[in-house]
């Protein structure tokens, strides 16, 4: 039986949930170097000693960060590959999970692309294990699609992946609406996982 939670209870969650969102938009505006945990904490309205009633630190809580948005791939991914049974539709579909994320949370891709040396030595084996998971998800996805070997499959997600992440916060065309981006990203992504090695030009 589950204990409910209490008031007091969510009230931590909450303020847990709103460092964790103030961390992630500070590491990737300033760099893990370049903020304090004065400075998460004021982006929530506690002090800098507070914030240890959540977390042990800073290095806590930018582990915490990067922990939750691999598992929120690994989640959001797995519930697509369960929901669709069709081959082409479920790997449409888990591009489109994939590039909906990264325009939305580009910040935190960011801090992942960047600071991820700075994890302790678990966080960033969770964190990798996590990521692995992943890619695997998308490669036993492709495999029906892609007459060609698991690490080449493995090697198209990973390309895959640097176009849709990479595209969001190095892109700051004002003529692209979010939608076009999106639609862009998507074709591009299926192009580049299904493409034909044949139709690549000769060096």
Known sequence: ????????????????????TAAARLFA??????????????????????VYRHFTGKQAL????????SELLIR?????V?????????????????VDFALRQAHVIRVQDRDIAHLSDADRAEVRRLQRNYIDLWVASLAPLLDAPTAEARLRVQA???LINSTPHSTRSASRTK????ALLNAMAYAALTAAASDAPKP
């Not at 939608?179 to 999106?182: D, F, I, P, R």
């Open 1 to 20: 039986m589950t204990t409910p939670l209490t008031a007091r209870d969510r009230a931590k969650a909450e303020r847990s949930d709103a460092l964790l």
């Open 29 to 50: 505006e300033r760099g893990y170097s370049g903020v304090s945990l004065e400075d998460i904490g004021a982006a929530v309205g506690v002090s800098g000693p507070a």
């Open 62 to 69: 930018l582990g915490a960060v990067l922990v939750r948005v």
């Open 76 to 80: 959001g991914g797995a519930d697509v």
């Open 82 to 98: 369960a929901n669709l049974a069709d081959a082409e539709e479920r790997m449409l579909a888990l591009i489109d999970f994939h």
């Open 160 to 162: 895959c992946f640097g």
């Open 179 to 182: 939608a076009s981006t999106a």
